[in-house]
């Protein structure tokens, strides 16, 4: 389910893009200004087998560092933007801390805890489950959605969900 919350680039000319995508526009770039990938490898201090395989989209990680070095040599721009709130984010983390159990939790049953702070021996366990095991951006989005819905401020839910993880001993870090 998280890969809807994947951390994506934000490109002014093209929309979002990930790492192969930026992997085609470095390559398009790059030939329209004529540069060889060793060229343009020794430009910005990296070698020629690292251009290839990211224009490839075989590059599995590239430093933010080095891929501004890169970018700015081509004169491409980074830009991080929020993407939206994600409209499902409730119903999607009432889905994640339902999977392991017979019964489910109500989008609207999570969002009165979040909102609140209450817990019901009802809804206990999913709670648990959600706080401890759900992905981090998940929960982000899910209290961002509690928050406008409920024109409450997400610090308020944050500081509701610090105290229900204290309540229940969660052992994730983030709640120590």
């Known amino acids: 389910m998280s890969n809807i919350l994947d951390i994506f680039i934000f490109f002014p000319h093209n929309g979002y893009m990930n ?72 119903e999607l983390a009432s889905r994640t801390a339902s999977v ?18 209450k817990l019901s021996k009802k809804v206990l366990p999913h709670i648990a489950t959600l706080l401890d095991e759900a992905p981090l951006a998940l929960l982000v989005a899910a209290v961002e959605q509690a928050a406008l819905r409920s024109h409450i401020t997400a610090k308020k839910i944050w500081s509701n969900i610090d105290l229900l993880a204290r309540e229940l001993h969660l052992p994730r870090q983030v709640w120590k």
């Open 100 to 117: 392991s159990y017979k019964t489910k939790i109500l989008k609207s049953d999570l969002e009165k805890v979040l909102v609140t702070g």
């Open 19 to 90: 790492l192969r995508s930026i992997g085609q526009q470095v390559f398009e770039r790059r030939t329209a200004l004529g540069l060889t990938q060793e060229r343009l490898g020794k430009l910005c201090n990296l070698s020629r087998s690292t251009i290839n395989q990211l224009e490839n989209g075989s590059l599995s990680d590239l430093g933010v560092k080095k891929l501004e070095a890169l970018l700015e040599i081509l004169n491409l721009s980074l830009e991080a933007k929020v993407r939206g709130t994600t409209l499902n984010a409730l």
